[in-house]
């Protein structure tokens, strides 16, 4: 039995051996940054659901910043994400002076070469737009003095939450400024669409976040079968193995477009097959195996945070093929529709589930639907009231 190393990546956040479907975002920010400060892209914003890949878009984004030789700062929005980006900033412009110290007391730059002490001892009062405005500064005149393409900034923020909006102004703020300043920066930024909603749609006469809805929105979903079928073949046949027709036409059609499912199916389709070739047998069995992984590593735990009357509304919805009225779920859990709009704000602050269009919701989650059904959902679906008068369902 071949034992070679499987190649895919089931993992949140973990690149894939093939990033399938998205080369056309990755090009239009490249292209961004190569053309200078004042291009939409450069501030981009990324939406979708868990598991659709924002986390490994960012990191390939950080990847086209790195090989145009540019600084990256990656974060993730939770608190103190402004403080540590002024740290990191500080540090690697510190840093970066220590290094080009020599050079620099060769050549008269605006003072800094003499006060880069100085900066060290003023750390504490020091703001995030201090600290990048003195950095892309510095960066300038370097670019300048050795005639070298511009050397920009790249943040990359991942996780935007509404539950730290007031840092989401800070740093929004100072963006705006840089960026009508000119400065050689970019943002890239990534969330669900639950959690950035809310501050996209903050109403206050002077939204502070207008840089959120400036930006450039890339709502990332559903690869074609195309992309699913070269996310599943090439790193096989990199790795020196090859899929049987039917097997492949399986594997791409369980997958649903959903690019965790590329890395599920994949990883396990290619631990079952028995040598060289993965066959129907092989997929079938990493199919099914992928799917529970799924329900463990995605549903299960979305599931478990939530009460049991919320877990019913879910169940409640998983009977349709579609987006849910919410006037027919609550007809389902026999309450008031002003009692299930609870529920349904609720499910929405969980980010389990988003309106779709007027008077309708869907699950937030792919194969979410699938999940409850499989294991909640019963055929004899029956609504029983609790001691409380809520709903349940029988067995929860
Ligand atoms: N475009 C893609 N092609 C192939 N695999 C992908 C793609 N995007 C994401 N993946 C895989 O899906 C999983 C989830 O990606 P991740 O970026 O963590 O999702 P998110 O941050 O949206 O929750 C990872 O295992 C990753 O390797
Ligand atoms: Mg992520």
Redesign the pocket.
């Known amino acids: 039995m071949n034992r070679r190393r499987n190649p895919f990546?089931?993992?949140?956040?973990?690149?894939?051996p093939?990033?399938?479907?998205?080369s056309d975002v990755i090009e239009d920010f490249a292209l961004a940054l190569d053309e200078g400060p004042g291009f939409h892209e450069r501030v981009t914003l990324v939406t979708?659901?868990?598991?659709?890949?924002?986390?490994?878009?960012l990191n390939a984004l950080e990847d086209a910043a790195e090989e145009r030789v540019w600084w990256v700062i990656s974060e993730t929005a939770t608190p103190g994400f402004v403080n540590r980006i002024r740290d990191t900033a500080y540090r690697r412009m510190v840093g970066h002076l220590r290094e080009n110290r020599q050079r620099l007391s060769a050549i008269t730059l605006g003072g800094y070469a003499l006060n880069w002490e100085d900066t060290e001892v003023h750390r504490p009062t020091t703001t995030l737009r201090d600290v990048l405005t003195e950095f892309l500064d510095l960066q300038h005149q370097l670019d300048e003095r050795f005639h070298q393409e511009p050397v920009g900034l790249l943040i990359t923020l991942d996780e935007l939450h509404y539950s730290v909006s007031d840092e989401v102004i800070d740093f929004g703020t100072v963006i705006q400024h840089l960026v009508r300043e000119n400065a050689n920066i970019a943002v890239a930024m990534?969330g669900i669409p639950a959690a950035i909603k809310p501050l996209l749609a903050s109403n206050e006469a002077q939204n502070p976040v207008t840089f959120l809805r400036r930006a450039n929105r890339v709502e990332?979903g559903a690869?074609s079968d195309e992309d699913v079928a070269i996310?599943l073949v090439k790193p096989v046949e990199d790795a020196g193995r090859s899929w049987e027709p039917e097997a492949v036409a399986a594997a791409v059609a369980a997958c649903g477009g959903y690019?965790?499912m590329?890395?599920l199916v994949g990883q396990w389709s290619f631990h079952y097959a028995q040598g060289d070739v993965i066959d129907l047998a092989a997929a079938e069995r990493g199919i099914a195996k992928a799917q529970r992984k799924l329900g463990q590593l995605v549903h299960e735990p979305a599931l478990a945070d939530l009460s049991d009357v919320d877990r019913t509304y879910l169940a409640a919805m998983a009977r349709d093929d579609g987006p849910s009225r919410t006037a027919d779920i609550a007809e389902r859990l026999r309450v008031s529709p002003q009692y299930a709009n609870q529920y349904r704000r609720r499910l929405m602050d969980a980010e389990m589930i988003r309106p779709v269009k007027t008077g309708y919701v869907d699950f937030e989650l792919p194969y979410m639907r699938d999940y409850l059904r499989e294991h909640i959902v019963t055929d004899a679906f029956d609504l029983v009231l609790g001691e409380d008068e809520q709903p349940r369902l029988p067995g929860l």
Do not use: E, M, W
């Open positions: 990546r089931a993992t949140l956040g973990a690149t894939p093939v990033l399938v479907g998205r979708g659901a868990r598991g659709v890949g924002k986390t490994v878009l990534a990332l690869v996310g690019p965790f590329i890395q």
